[in-house]
């Protein structure tokens, strides 16, 4: 567990990412097809009441770290009290 995470890695290079504050706030980051030394979002679970799309716009196309304190945040707020 690392900063509200759960992370597995596989040997493929896919990492899947499970908030310990709301297990639907899962994802999975894989090697990108045409860059392979970049992350990116294969797959993503929904979080109740937040906007997916306007977190992943704001925070992902910056880095992984800012998306998953995004996430990690709202879920804490919510879950963690």
């Known amino acids: 567990m690392l900063i509200g995470y759960k ?3 596989d040997p ?3 990492v899947r990412v499970r908030s310990i504050y709301d297990v639907s706030a ?3 980051f894989g090697p990108d097809e045409e860059e392979p030394t970049k992350m ?3 797959e993503g679970g929904v979080v109740p009441g937040l906007d997916m799309e306007d977190v992943r716009n704001n925070y992902l196309a910056r880095s992984i770290p800012c998306f998953l304190a995004a996430i990690t945040i709202e879920c804490q707020d919510r879950f963690g009290r």
């Open 7 to 9: 992370l597995t890695f």
């Open 12 to 14: 493929d290079g896919v």
């Open 26 to 28: 899962w994802f999975v």
């Open 40 to 42: 990116v979002l294969r």
